[in-house]
């Protein structure tokens, strides 16, 4: 099975752009979906949205006005860049694969806790 | 979007009886052409990401111990762990993909009574 590994600042200014990318080992990133999933600390897990490796999107309609993914599959990566973050975007941050052409989550990152704060 | 509630929030059980968690979804996530139910349900233990146990509602992920079983259909479905282990220890949630925005319950913390 794939490994997925999330990299990116962990601290990120109000009002600024949260960018984070995972990267694929273990298998191609082509042929597959792949998506980022954030969880508030405490708190339970909140949809973004997915890419599939053509570059094809879909993202969550809460947060889509500030959503971008984008997928390198020269480098089998895909990344996420969230605009003008607040507090309420303090999340661990993980990126997933979805099984079976795009459903549930087959296999995902460690997560990496990103904070919003001056 | 879709809500998904479960049932309960918390749940303590004694080692080796069983464990059981609700999952309602706001409206049916069977897909009338192909008969599936859009639904799966992760395990996620302190510190670490969650892991997929079960999909299409009640097909078992590979390396999945056997004494998780998933039933349902519609709009209600239930996770059961037959014989609680220390193991076991863990956050639940329920997912469904019916629909995008994909939607999670808010999750069952169960613990060892």
């Known amino acids: 099975q794939v490994q997925l590994q999330e990299s990116g600042p962990g601290l990120v200014k109000p009002s600024e752009t949260l960018s984070l990318t995972c990267t694929v080992s273990g298998g191609s990133i082509t042929n597959y979906y792949w998506s980022w999933i954030r969880q508030p600390p405490g708190k339970g897990l909140e949809w973004i949205g997915y890419i599939y490796y053509t570059g094809s999107t879909n993202y969550n309609p809460s947060l889509k006005s500030r959503v971008t993914l984008s997928v390198d599959t020269s480098n089998n990566q895909f990344s996420l860049r969230l605009t003008s973050v607040t507090a309420a975007d303090t999340a661990v941050y993980y990126c997933?694969?979805?099984?079976?052409?795009?459903?549930?989550?087959?296999?995902w990152g460690q997560g990496t806790l990103v904070t919003a704060s001056s | 979007d879709i809500v998904m509630t479960q049932s309960p929030d918390s749940l303590a059980v004694s080692l080796g009886e069983r464990a059981t968690i609700k999952c309602k979804s706001s409206?049916?996530?069977?897909?009338?052409?192909?008969?599936?139910?859009?639904l799966a349900w992760y395990q996620q233990k302190p510190g670490q990401s969650p892991k997929l146990l079960i999909y299409?509602?009640?097909t078992r992920e590979s390396g999945v111990p056997d004494r998780f079983s998933g039933s349902g259909s519609g709009t209600e479905f239930t996770l059961t762990i037959s014989s609680l282990q220390a193991e076991d220890v863990a956050v639940y949630y329920c997912q469904q993909y019916y629909s995008t925005p994909y939607t999670f319950g808010q999750g069952t913390k169960l613990e060892i009574k």
């Open positions: 299409w509602a009640s």
């Open positions: 997933a694969g979805l099984g079976d052409m795009g459903y549930y989550f087959d296999s």
């Open positions: 409206q049916s996530v069977l897909f009338s052409s192909d008969k599936k139910n859009y």
